[in-house]
């Protein structure tokens, strides 16, 4: 098992799209300064979607470029998710370097979520790919261990899936559990196959909480070798197919486990806790998180 992990926060986007009331861009930005000072590296910071689709997520331009302006030449790997070419080439002009996309591997939740089939999807990916050569791009595959109209998803197909991408030049690939019903046992499986069959790519997990075992599939990733783990701040997010699910794995209360079991995460808990509150008090939404520090009364 990897002792270094690479955390990805990923709340500015999962968990903000989520949030009803609109969000004040001098918050996002904030936050984002909070958790790149508790040592977050890498994050996928916002989406470059339509703003008729997603309100909150209408300021991602001012939001990369303060962001880019402070903390540009500080080393860490910012993204934000699109979900076509028109998005890429927004995020690109505003100034990032690196986009995620997604395509279920499902049918009937890629129908559901985009109103495409997969195949449709992964045309998509190639003009993207064919539009935006110098962009780094990589693929988020929602339902990769369960879907809410399937069950249990196949892993063939998520190896084909992968296989189609990685023919387009795709390297680095997050296995999704969206809507959180996979179980530690399905996840060190999936993971383990779909090294051996594709051992260079790089693997990102992105697993939810609705079943109280987010954290625990997340450490079954971990054991199977993968070191790139995604969560949000505070928790917050859902995912609109589970609805009351608790959404996704709280990054405060995944790296006080990652920390106290000796993995190095290079992420200050405290700091991140502190966030993690501060958020909580500015913000109404969908929080899972304890957000409690060891000593503080418990009532």
């Known amino acids: 098992m990897a002792q270094h992990v690479n ?149 063939e197909n998520v190896l084909k899936i992968i296989r189609r991408a990685a023919g387009l030049g795709i390297t680095r690939f997050c296995l999704a559990d969206t809507i959180g019903e996979a179980d530690p046992k399905m996840v060190r499986d999936t993971l383990t196959i779909v090294q051996q069959v594709f051992p260079d790519i790089t693997l990102d997990v992105h697993i939810h909480d609705t079943r109280n075992m987010g954290i625990a599939c997340t450490l079954a990733a971990l054991e199977a070798g993968v070191c790139n783990v995604q969560a949000a701040l505070g928790g917050l997010g859902g995912c609109p197919f589970a609805p009351g699910a608790s959404g996704n794995v709280a990054s405060e209360d995944l790296i006080f486990m990652l920390n106290k079991m000796g993995f190095t995460t290079g992420i200050d808990f405290d700091k991140m806790l502190a966030a993690a509150k501060y958020e909580r008090s500015v913000i109404t939404g969908n929080f899972s998180g304890h957000q409690v520090h060891i000593g503080e009364p418990c009532h």
Do not use: W
Request: net charge negative; with cysteine.
């Open 7 to 155: 955390f990805i926060e990923v709340g500015p986007r999962d968990g903000f799209q989520n949030v009803k009331d609109y969000i004040p861009a001098d918050i996002k930005v904030k936050l984002i300064d909070d958790l790149l000072a508790a040592g977050v590296r890498r994050m996928e910071m916002t989406s470059f979607v339509s703003p008729k689709a997603i309100p909150q997520m209408r300021d991602a331009a001012e939001v990369v470029c303060r962001t880019l302006e402070t903390h540009g030449d500080e080393g860490v790997e910012l993204y934000a998710l699109v979900p076509n070419t028109y998005g890429a080439k927004a995020a690109a002009a505003a100034g990032l370097r690196e986009v995620a996309t997604v395509i279920s591997v499902s049918e009937s939740h890629n129908k559901a979520n985009i109103n495409r089939t997969v195949e449709e999807s992964l045309q998509g990916l190639e003009k993207m790919r064919q539009a935006l050569p110098d962009l780094n791009i990589n693929l988020s595959m929602a339902t990769a261990f369960t879907c809410p109209f399937e069950g249990i998803t196949p892993v």
